[in-house]
């Protein structure tokens, strides 16, 4: 019976953390760039349950201890895996606008190392060369991308990632893959750190003028959060009901009337 | 519990999303206004090592990340170009294609603006509606007794003076120039249609009107907002939306901590 108070109890914990994740992907539902959170729950390891003290049949040396049945104590957290499925791309006109068509990833450079990024809302800083909006430097194949400031044509981003100022050819934005997008984690800023060395990506497409938009559908995150919020209740009251057995049992069992 | 404080970042990221739609609106008939966009990043992530989470041949607990919300990082001018919208004033100039009207501000910094609605002060110079010289290179005043002002798409600007014999005499006053910046979405709005140059717009290129890939000039047209009411009002939907769904982020949290809160009876 006490067992079972922690069980529903590490229903609540997991319930909070979920409802936090869907908090977070709630918010931002309309980050560019920005892929969904799931939490990733398991049940606790599984006990054997068997009787105790069941006497010795007599001449046998050891019980046989008749089993119960077997029992998990709960649920536990753990991981969050990110769901990388492709936004919708929504067009802005503004030329600094990026979008990946297809898989890849933008390479940053970033004070601890390379970042990767889908979030292609870029800019340029005073010495013209292309950014994030935090100022981390974007690569390209042969480094960084840097616009001479006498160029009044405008910037050109080619399907294929070829950067150009008027005629002028100024690079190829770097991007990326990875075999296993489980090694990503996030670094808040619509960044990705990785463990891994990525692969060149192929297949992809650049599309100027266009962001990536959050890959959160509100419905899934609304009707998650529905259920979440039930699933807490219910350990709740599964939680009110060992208590009332409980009470009953200090308090009532063997009371004189 | 964080949920709520994540889902309250939200509600005033898109508070802020709202104010900035209203502004577009408000300035759908400023001559020469520029919309903005508001952008969003998600927050630092928290690596948990989770309570209760199953050691021992498991992946590590830093997988679990839990994220703090949104935060608002940048609202984004878009320098499209509007639609010129005739005036018959030659008074009115609009640039077609890049490029920014310079004007001095009192004590002589230099603002840009892309509203091209000017007058003449008392003193015959060009000015902008707030009374700001427009600046030209050769510039003079123009002659009290000029009939007509003619603005040519190279921005040399013409007096025309037509004496008592019908005579007409065409004197060149001057001529505009305009500025490019290699980051337009860099320049820092500073209200009355002006522009400041920034450290992330970049220093300003001066060129004549028509050359090395700077707009021409239009006399008798002014350059209409480039607030697109439709996409506008989309986005005021979904910051509506997004704003509602936030706050019910925040109506689950609390009923579940009011449940916590109703363990013990």
């Known amino acids: 019976m006490i067992r079972g108070l922690y069980t529903a109890a590490a229903g609540m914990a997991v319930a909070t953390r979920w409802q936090e994740v869907l908090s977070n992907n709630l918010t931002n539902a309309s980050t560019p760039g920005y892929k969904g959170d799931r939490l990733?729950?398991?049940?606790?390891?599984?006990?054997?349950?068997?009787?105790?003290?069941?006497?010795?049949?007599?001449?046998?040396?050891?019980?046989?201890?008749?089993?119960?049945?077997?029992?998990?104590?709960?649920?536990?957290?753990?991981?969050?895996?990110?769901?990388?499925?492709?936004?919708?791309?929504?067009?802005?006109?503004?030329?600094?606008?990026?979008?990946?068509?297809?898989?890849?990833?933008?390479?940053?450079?970033?004070?601890?190392?390379?970042?990767?990024?889908?979030?292609?809302?870029?800019?340029?800083?005073?010495?013209?060369?292309?950014?994030?909006?935090?100022?981390?430097?974007?690569?390209?194949?042969?480094?960084?991308?840097?616009?001479?400031?006498?160029?009044?044509?405008?910037?050109?981003?080619?399907?294929?990632?070829?950067?150009?100022?008027?005629?002028?050819?100024?690079?190829?934005?770097?991007?990326?893959?990875?075999?296993?997008?489980?090694?990503?984690?996030?670094?808040?800023?619509?960044?990705?750190?990785?463990?891994?060395?990525?692969?060149?990506?192929?297949?992809?497409?650049?599309?100027?003028?266009?962001?990536?938009?959050?890959?959160?559908?509100?419905v899934v995150e609304m009707v998650r959060m529905i259920e979440t919020m039930r699933s807490y209740e219910a350990n709740q009251k599964a939680i009110q009901a060992h208590d009332q057995a409980l009470g009953k049992a200090v308090n009532e069992v063997g009371a004189s009337s | 519990m964080r949920a709520l404080w994540s889902a309250a970042t939200g509600m005033l990221a898109q508070q802020l999303n709202v104010d900035t739609v209203a502004n577009n609106l408000a300035n759908i008939n400023t001559t020469g206004f520029k919309a903005s966009r508001l952008e969003f990043q998600d927050l630092i992530y928290q690596h948990l090592p989770s309570p209760g989470s199953v050691q021992g041949g498991q992946p590590p607990a830093a997988l679990l990340q839990v994220g703090h919300g949104v935060q608002p990082v940048a609202t984004q001018r878009l320098f499209s170009q509007g639609s010129l919208e005739p005036?018959?004033?030659?008074?009115?100039?609009?640039?077609?294609?890049?490029?920014?009207?310079?004007?001095?501000?009192?004590?002589?910094?230099?603002?840009?603006?892309?509203?091209?609605?000017?007058?003449?002060?008392?003193?015959?110079?060009?000015?902008?509606?707030?009374?700001?010289?427009?600046?030209?290179?050769?510039?003079?005043?123009?002659?009290?007794?000029?009939?007509?002002?003619?603005?040519?798409?190279?921005?040399?600007?013409?007096?025309?003076?037509?004496?008592?014999?019908?005579?007409?005499?065409?004197?060149?006053?001057?001529?505009?120039?305009?500025?490019?910046?290699?980051?337009?979405?860099?320049?820092?709005?500073?209200?009355?249609?002006?522009?400041?140059?920034?450290?992330?717009?970049?220093?300003?290129?001066?060129?004549?009107?028509?050359?090395?890939?700077?707009?021409?000039?239009?006399q008798g047209y002014l350059e209409a907002s480039n607030v697109n009411v439709v996409q506008e009002m989309v986005a005021l939907i979904v910051a509506q939306r997004a704003y509602e769904m936030n706050s019910k982020a925040i109506q689950a949290s609390d009923e579940m901590m009011g449940l916590a809160n109703n363990l013990r009876r």
Request: aromatic share 6%.
């Open chain 1, 40 to 218: 990733l729950t398991q049940s606790f390891p599984g006990l054997m349950l068997s009787r105790l003290n069941d006497q010795k049949p007599p001449g046998w040396r050891v019980s046989l201890r008749p089993q119960v049945g077997w029992l998990a104590t709960g649920a536990a957290v753990r991981r969050t895996a990110v769901d990388f499925t492709p936004g919708a791309l929504k067009e802005t006109g503004s030329p600094l606008d990026l979008a990946i068509s297809g898989s890849g990833f933008f390479v940053v450079q970033t004070d601890a190392g390379e970042a990767y990024t889908r979030a292609g809302t870029f800019t340029l800083d005073q010495a013209g060369r292309l950014v994030t909006r935090n100022g981390h430097l974007v690569l390209g194949v042969d480094g960084v991308l840097e616009f001479p400031s006498t160029d009044r044509a405008g910037i050109v981003v080619a399907r294929d990632g070829s950067v150009r100022s008027g005629e002028r050819v100024l690079g190829r934005l770097r991007i990326v893959d990875f075999t296993d997008r489980s090694v990503l984690t996030k670094m808040g800023g619509g960044l990705f750190r990785a463990v891994d060395v990525p692969v060149e990506a192929t297949g992809y497409e650049i599309l100027q003028g266009y962001l990536e938009e959050s890959n959160v559908q509100a």
């Open chain 2, 87 to 218: 005036t018959d004033n030659p008074l009115d100039l609009a640039i077609q294609g890049r490029g920014f009207f310079q004007v001095e501000l009192p004590g002589g910094t230099r603002a840009y603006t892309r509203d091209g609605s000017f007058k003449l002060d008392a003193e015959g110079n060009l000015v902008t509606s707030n009374g700001y010289r427009l600046v030209l290179e050769d510039g003079e005043e123009v002659p009290l007794e000029a009939d007509a002002l003619e603005v040519a798409a190279d921005g040399t600007i013409t007096a025309v003076v037509r004496d008592d014999d019908g005579e007409v005499t065409r004197t060149e006053i001057g001529r505009i120039n305009l500025a490019t910046f290699i980051n337009p979405a860099g320049l820092q709005a500073m209200g009355q249609n002006l522009f400041l140059a920034t450290p992330a717009s970049g220093e300003p290129e001066t060129a004549r009107p028509g050359e090395g890939g700077v707009g021409y000039i239009q």
